[in-house]
């Protein structure tokens, strides 16, 4: 029997953050493991699979950063990028799974001929790069997925760079400032095209919890970015500082990231059960199909 009085702090912390992941672990797999089961739609549950498993890597990867607390800034750079190259798959996936849910098919030029023509009002900036109103086609279909697609192209190149510079010490201010706008140009682009998505075909969607989907991925992000920024924000006030001359105030505020992560994540992985329930298709899968087609 484990005595927690004869653990100092961090190998609580760390055993505690394992649990956590173990349970991340636990709701995730038995949520993938329903859709298998009732494996009737591949197109749309392979995207499923993807994006549910957002979570528990995000958790896997925060708990390796735990596990050596005081790796390299390119380590800590290279963990950074494993999740945020997976979020943008994500975010492309969940485009695609709205695309099925519409029976709408850029490669083969399928578009219903129920949703051609609707209107897309486009808000500023965007108004600087494209028409106030446009109706909605094939071409309009397109350049959104090529919006969200172009995030999933430029956020592993980026990550690659970051790593091969800071390894040739090479990684300077004005360089990480550069790639910083470009990368949130590139995530707001990708995150707009989803939204004006969702706004163009809210009630078709609706019987499949678009915005609960959503908010599952965007709370992921949305709660890693924030938190991080609060905690950079915390450190420069010095109210998260070092008591040791060998451990860096930067390795604190990495390891309170990582834990906070690790927690966060079992609760995502139980909000999955009800954004990605496995009922569509599991026994009322054909009650389903009537309303989807009505």
Request: hydrophobic residues 50%; proline residues 4%; contains cysteine.
């Amino acid at each position: 029997m484990l005595d927690l009085t004869k653990l100092n702090p961090g190998e609580i912390v760390l055993i505690g953050c394992a649990f956590c992941v173990l349970l991340t672990l636990h709701f995730t797999i038995q949520l993938l493991s329903q859709h298998l089961f009732y494996w009737k739609n591949p197109k749309e549950q392979k995207a499923i699979i993807i994006i549910i498993l957002m979570a528990p890597i995000y958790a896997a990867v925060s708990f390796v950063g735990l596990l050596d607390f005081r790796g390299s800034k390119v380590f800590f750079m290279s963990l950074e990028s494993i999740k945020e190259c997976y979020e943008a798959l994500v975010i492309a996936k969940f485009m695609a799974l709205m695309y099925s849910f519409l029976n709408i098919s850029i490669s083969k030029n399928i578009v219903p001929d129920e949703i051609k023509g609707r209107e897309i009002h486009h808000s500023f900036p965007m108004t600087l790069f494209q028409p106030h109103t446009v109706r909605l086609d094939h071409r309009v279909l397109r350049l959104l997925k090529l919006w969200t697609w172009q995030f999933v192209i430029i956020r592993p190149v980026l990550s690659l760079l970051m790593i091969v510079l800071q390894l040739l010490g090479l990684y300077i201010s004005p360089i990480s400032w550069t790639f910083t706008i470009i990368l949130n140009v590139s995530v707001s682009l990708a995150l707009y095209s989803l939204v004006v998505f969702y706004h163009v075909f809210a009630k078709e969607l609706e019987p499949h919890k678009p915005l609960a989907k959503f908010l599952c991925i965007k709370g992921i992000v949305f709660f890693c970015f924030w938190q991080g920024i609060v905690l950079e924000i915390l450190v420069a006030m010095g109210v998260i500082r070092s008591r040791h001359s060998w451990l860096k105030v930067e390795l604190i505020e990495e390891g309170i990231q990582n834990v906070l992560v690790c927690l966060e994540m079992v609760v995502f992985s139980v909000l999955q059960q009800y954004a990605y329930s496995v009922q569509p298709y599991s026994g009322d899968v054909g009650k389903w199909k009537v309303k989807k087609n009505d």
